[in-house]
């Protein structure tokens, strides 16, 4: 499984465009990318996946280049509740389950 | 539609003691998947249950045990609990024909060893 890398901590203002990168150098062929993000004593919660280019919902849009070494989160507009850590993992789904966690990136959005 | 579920929500045990955690996956989800976070870290995968059979299995030592039940549901054993087994400890579901790597989390066991 791929390793990832990314920033400890950031910080941002309500309202801002929080744009979080993600460095995935050893990725595979068939390898997707995977955001999570976690609220203090709550289980992880699914934000957006993608393979290749742009993917966008109604919460975040996910960023990757053509070589997909990289990939970044953006989220348009914090608010205070989008305080948490975000979690990028890669993996392929015979991998699925069997998810490594870094430590993630923690987000704290300020009024 | 009911999504990982899992109980109960705290518990305290003593050193030495064992300790059993249910969960109930997402509907329509068969493969269930354990992890372990230790505070200020991000989880860690502890093993991987499929057709009630363990698939994969993480770093983690015998103690640790589980059990896939023919209704998908699942249990995580620990034996001989040491302090640090304390811990946050998800159950994550998916459909294993989904393609990617999506899966759904509960809301996680706290569980304190003293």
């Known amino acids: 499984l791929a390793k990832t890398t990314q920033p400890i901590s950031m910080d941002s203002y309500e309202g801002q465009e929080v744009n979080i990168t993600c460095s995935h150098n050893?990725?595979?062929?068939?390898?997707?990318i995977t955001w999570y993000q976690q609220f203090p004593s709550q289980g992880p919660r699914f934000i957006i996946q993608?393979?290749?280019t742009k993917v966008t919902n109604e919460v975040a849009s996910l960023f990757i280049p053509a070589d997909r070494k990289s990939s970044t989160l953006s989220l348009p507009r914090v608010s205070l509740s989008d305080t948490a850590v975000y979690y990028c993992l890669v993996g392929d789904s015979s991998n699925t389950g069997k998810l490594i966690f870094g430590q993630g990136t923690t987000l704290q959005v300020k009024p | 539609d009911a999504g990982v579920t899992q109980s109960p929500t705290h518990l305290i045990k003593t050193r030495g003691q064992q300790v059993t955690l249910r969960c109930s996956p997402k509907s329509g989800h068969d493969t269930v998947s354990w992890y372990q976070q230790a505070l200020g870290q991000g989880p860690q995968f502890i093993f991987q249950y499929y057709e009630e059979e363990e698939r994969q299995r993480g770093n983690f030592p015998d103690r640790f045990s589980g059990h896939q039940f023919p209704n998908y549901s699942s249990e995580l054993n620990v034996n001989a609990l040491l302090l640090g087994d304390s811990a946050l400890y998800l159950c994550?579901?998916?459909?294993?024909?989904?393609?990617?790597?999506?899966?759904?989390f509960g809301e996680g066991s706290w569980l304190t060893v003293v």
């Open positions: 993608g393979y290749k």
């Open positions: 050893n990725i595979a062929t068939n390898d997707y």
């Open positions: 994550a579901s998916r459909f294993d024909q989904d393609s990617g790597n999506t899966i759904y």
